[in-house]
């Protein structure tokens, strides 16, 4: 690991303001995906910003039909939390399938988001139920938030504060997870609202998450659980890699889609 300097704000106008004067600087959540690539010098900053240690980040709360999440919220407080259990049971399953008890210690929500790993789970969560990253510059759209593999539209001296989820009528989310790394090899959300469904897909794109435009399509005509049995995924910005040919992967995602279909309300996780 290069040589570097440690910084531990107590609030945000601290850690925007060692963003803005220090060269090389990098936030830092929970840390297991910086830590690692700078042990292996895959990422060489100066100066780590240490955002664990700002308290207004981590609360979880309600605000009129909306649950705000807090950035530095782990996943643990996010899988144990009564109000996400109640609200929306697939996102407190969603964060209890996480990695291992360890990541799910000091994981957050923030640091996921933030990555944009194309094989994350919070991302389909976010995208899936139209959530909303609120900065301490401004407020993003899910849809317009992640743009591509490991890319967002965050600003450099830019922290993301929470994210609000609109709470639906009902939600699910099923996952095929590799049994070694237990990342998702295709996972998928499903949320329904009163007049809307919106369906977000990780682990399979090329590009990262992404929508299933055609399945909102035909649960909005028809919410049942066959809308997915005839779907038809197209293999063209799939993922292939040495755990999955992109034919395989049209079927996970399918599949995926009929499971959380069939148990709205909860999560179901293949190994």
Known sequence: MSPMTYHRPTTLGQAKELSQTLENAVFMSGGHTLLP??????????HVIDLSHI??????????NDLIIGAMSTHVQVATSTIVQELIPALAGL??????RQVRQRG???????NNDP???YPSAVLGLGGTIITNLREIRADDFFVGLFE???????????????????????????????????GVF??????????????AGQSGVYRLVQLEKNLLESFVDCAAANLEISTEN????MNATKDYRANLVKTMAIQALTHMGTITVFK
């Open 190 to 203: 499903i949320a329904r609202f009163e007049g809307s469904v919106r369906v977000a897909v990780t682990g």
């Open 152 to 186: 967002t539209a965050l600003e450099p001296y830019e922290i993301i504060i929470a994210i609000r989820f609109p709470i639906p009528l009902s939600a699910g989310y099923a996952k095929f997870k590799s049994p070694a790394a237990r990342y998702p090899q295709a």
């Open 119 to 121: 094989a994350a789970d």
């Open 95 to 100: 964060a209890g399938s996480i990695g291992d």
């Open 108 to 114: 957050t929500v923030g640091g996921s988001v933030a």
């Open 238 to 241: 799939l993922i292939e890699d």
């Open 55 to 64: 308290g207004e980040l981590d609360a979880i709360r309600v605000d009129s």
């Open 37 to 46: 690539a700078m042990k292996q010098d895959l990422a060489t900053p100066d």
